[in-house]
Structure formats: C-alpha cells, structure tokens
C-alpha cells in the first residue's frame, strides 16, 4: 500500500503509483523537505528554509510542522545556501552555483543585488546592511549594498566560509570550514583574529539570546560547540546525533532550531542533547539503490550512504539510517561484503561497512553515474560527461568498453553477462557487444535506472514516469507502472546549472532514478522526486 503523505513532490498527499502488475510499497516515509541548508525567522515568525538541492525556499510554523514553498524552484533564483532578512523584511540570498545574491521584497519581487561573488554562501544582515562571504580556498567577506554601489571587502584569505552572525560585541563571527577555526572582524573593516580553533569542521556559528557562542560542525557526529566568550570562557561539547548539521536559528524564547544538508529537515535542539523534529528528516534524493546479500536496502544520497528503514516496524526518526558521510555519492551496487560507489567529484570509491572505509577506485572521470559488477569482478560505470561506459579491474585500470553515446545514465548486466546501457538524452536502451553498442529499445522518453529480473531489462522512464519492461531479443515494451514520484515535480524545468562551482566541488546534484532487482523477485525504486525507496511486489491487481 502506497500511503499518503504530503511531500515535496505532491502536497496533497494523493498521487500514488498505479500499475496491475506491481503492487509499490514505500520503505521509508516521504522527505518533506529537499535538504535544509541557511535557515533564518522571518517576519511572519515562521523559519524560513533555503533548499540548495531544491533550488527553493520553504517556510516551516514551527508549532505544527507545516511547511509552505515561498521561492519555488522555476523562479530565478537557482541554488540558495543561505539566507538572511533585512530590516524592513526583505529577504537576502546566497544563490551559490551561479555566484548571485538576490533581495525579494515582502511583495516578492525580486532584484538581483550581485553577481560577481564566487560561491556566495555565509550571508547575513545587520540592520539594514548586508554581508557576504564566499565558500572557497581564499574566500572573501564583504558587504554588499543592496540599493547600488560597488562590494566592499573586508577581509580575504578564509578557508571555505559559511554561516555568518554578529555578535553580541558587534564583531561579524564567521567559521573557516577547512582550517577548524571560528574568526571574528570588525563590520567597518579592520583586522580580522581568530576566537575558537581546534573545533570539529565547523560549517555555522550562531549566537542565543544569552550571547553564548553556538559552532556547528558538519559531520556525522551532530557536534555543537558552545563558547561562552564573555562569561567564564567556557567551552563544552554537545553530541546531537543528527547527521549533517548545517545551520541554526534561535526564536524569542531562545529554542534553537537546526538544519542538516545531508538529510533535510528540522529539529529543535535542547540544551541537553534532546531532540524534537519539527519536519522530520529522510532523504535528500536517493539516487543510486541495491541491497546487499543479508537483505539490507543501500542508497546514495548525494551527500551520504544511507538505508530506508520500513514504516511498518514503528515510528522511526525520517525513516533512514545514515551509513556514512560520502561527498556526493550517486550511483551504488552490492558486490558480496563490498559497496562500490560513484561520485560527483569524478570518482569511483569502494566502501567496506563492516570497516568503515573506503578507498578510490578511479579517479578523474566525467560525471560517472551509474555502476555494475560484471561478471569477471571488474566495475563498469557509465561515464555520462563523456558519453562513455567504463571498466575498472582488480588493479584499477580504467578501460573503455564503449563511447559515442549522448548521455548515457545506467548499467546492468543480465544472466548470460550481457551489458545494457540507458541513455535518457537519447531515450534508447543498448546492448554492449564485441562490435560495439547495438540498440534494443528506443523511443522510451529519459530511460535512467537499469535492472534486470526474471530474464527481462526493467528500466525508469523519468520523462513519463513510468516503470517500463523491455524484452530485449525484440525490442518490445511493456509499461509496468505509472505515476512513479521521480525527477522534478510535474511542470518544473530543471535549470541549467554548471557540473562544477569554484574549488572543483560539484553544484546541484545530478537527478537520477535507480533501479534494482532484489533477490526475492522485487524491484527497489529511487523516488527521487518524494525522497523514498519503493519496493515494487509482483501482483496479479492494483494495489
């Protein structure tokens, strides 16, 4: 039974997968929320959210949950990061891909303030000034003026800057994400000093209403940092658990209220370490899916390897586990006590559960995306960039199988150890052979995730979000299941966004459904577009 959820992809609760072939089962609630980054309370009291992987804004009440899109994805506004508001309630954003800060008015219109920021990220208002800093190697902080006049820096030389407060001293507090240091400078400019080091990746600083320092650090532990600087000078460790913290902010009555950008959501983080979810967290995709030999369902999620966790066993905290932190993991496939993995940083890494590591496989690669284990042991992973598939060996050479494709997505392998490419640009499916890619199906709109069951190629139709059975020897298809909950909502274009931003970090992650066969005969589906994983039953009815 597909349950109703109002989610990032339907808000009203009431669109469900349909197919007399399958009945779908999610295994894990739907994510509310496309990731949470810069987070701040407006006017209206309620906390506004940016959503970098969304390219949205939302606004969440924080006494019931409800969440309303305020910025949605098809405006102009592309990647925001963060985001501040002014005095007379106009909201200032970082929009980090293409290098913009923009101002929308409480009408809500828009006017570009800047463009000539790399990777604007930290941002922040003090009355009716504005500041900025950039998240890269040699970043720098400077105050913009929204009604005209040239950027002023005031310092240069951070390492990766990111969430920015005045403080109660008046001094701008900003972290270095790479160097573990929390520095402070003056607004009118002056000599910047460091006020915290040794603390773990820092990635905000926030000040409550007492004017105690608040660092959060950004890795799997939930680490919060609190400095009283102007009391005892005390300095204590709290240990949330929540994964991927990104940002805070404190309401009137001095609640604080936390972001992750691993996971989405929003949490209300007391004192003591205790949590509330407000918008509970999940996924942020997923993209890639497989499930290991013990039954244990594996994502990439952008961000992280993670697993669903089955609605049905009780209420669980979003529904996902959080494996480990994996920079901008997208495609996965179970190979015996092994996970191999590829990244938007042009990688393929294998990671071992049981240890906790991972080493690179490959390195360099365009955009590769989705992975196979073939029959000799060797990875093969379509590298999309270069419309190339890819074989890495037990020594990690990297050989070229086939090229010449548009943009290929996915592949997998069938009993006889014949390989299928998917090529969403192209629409067609294609088999590998000695004298090159041969086509067995075309015609199938954006075909992305690949999986072979039973003798027959499944693919996800993303463009008419269908689940879809090719017989390969014929070329015949057969549509499975309709109404699939992937890619963008119905309507919304995708902008167009650079694969990379400055530093070499890779911008907005890649959409992709991902397809897999279980070994009881199901197939696991990557509903990107609600953040889920379905699990697809053969059924003689509708469900």
Known sequence: MVSAFPNRFDATGRARTTSGHWKARRLNPPNRLWGSNGIAFGPDGRLHVAQFLA???SAVDPATGDVEVIVPMDGPVQSPDDLAFGADGSMYI?????GRVWRRRPDGTYTLVCDEITNPNGITC????????????????MELFPDGGDPVVLTDGLALGNAMQRGPDGYLYYPHMVTGQVWRIPPDGGAPETVAEDVHEPVAVRFDLGGVLHV??????GFVTRVDLHGTGTRTLLTSGLVGLDNAAFDTENRMYVSSYASGG????????????????GFDG??????????????????????????????????????????????????GE???????????????????????????????????????GSLVVAETGAGRVLAVDAQDTVTVLAEGFEHPVDVAFDAEGRCYVSDDRQGLVSRLGEDGAVVVAEGLGAPEGLAVLDGELFTVDTAGRR????????????????????????GVRPPVQPALFAGGLPGSARRFAGLTAAPDGTLLLSADGEGTVLRLTPSRGND
């Not at 003090?126 to 902080?141: H, Q, S, T």
């Not at 007391?270 to 509330?276: A, L, V």
Request: proline letters at 9%.
């Open 216 to 221: 959060l650090s950004r890795g799997a532990e």
């Open 266 to 281: 929003i949490t209300e983080l007391h004192p003591d370490g205790r949590t509330r979810e407000i918008v509970p967290r």
């Open 467 to 490: 689940l879809l059975a090719v017989l390969p020897m014929t070329g015949e298809l057969r549509v499975e299941a309709e109404e699939l909950p992937v890619g963008l909502p119905p």
């Open 55 to 57: 390219g949205q804004i």
């Open 126 to 141: 003090i009355g009716d000034r504005l500041f900025v800093n950039e998240m890269k190697p040699d970043g720098r902080l």
């Open 94 to 98: 970082a929009d980090l891909v293409p």
């Open 286 to 335: 997923p993209y890639g899916v497989t499930i290991d030999l013990g039954g244990t369902v594996y994502a990439a999620d952008h961000y992280r390897l993670a697993s669903p966790v089955d609605e049905r066993e009780g209420p669980t905290e979003g529904g996902v586990t959080t494996h480990a932190l994996l920079p901008f993991a997208h495609g996965v496939v179970s190979d």
């Open 338 to 376: 092994l996970l191999h993995l590829t990244s938007q940083f042009g990688e393929v890494r294998t990671y071992d559960p049981a240890r906790g590591d991972s080493r690179r496989r490959a390195s360099g690669l365009d955009q590769p995306l989705g992975i196979a284990v073939a029959p000799d």
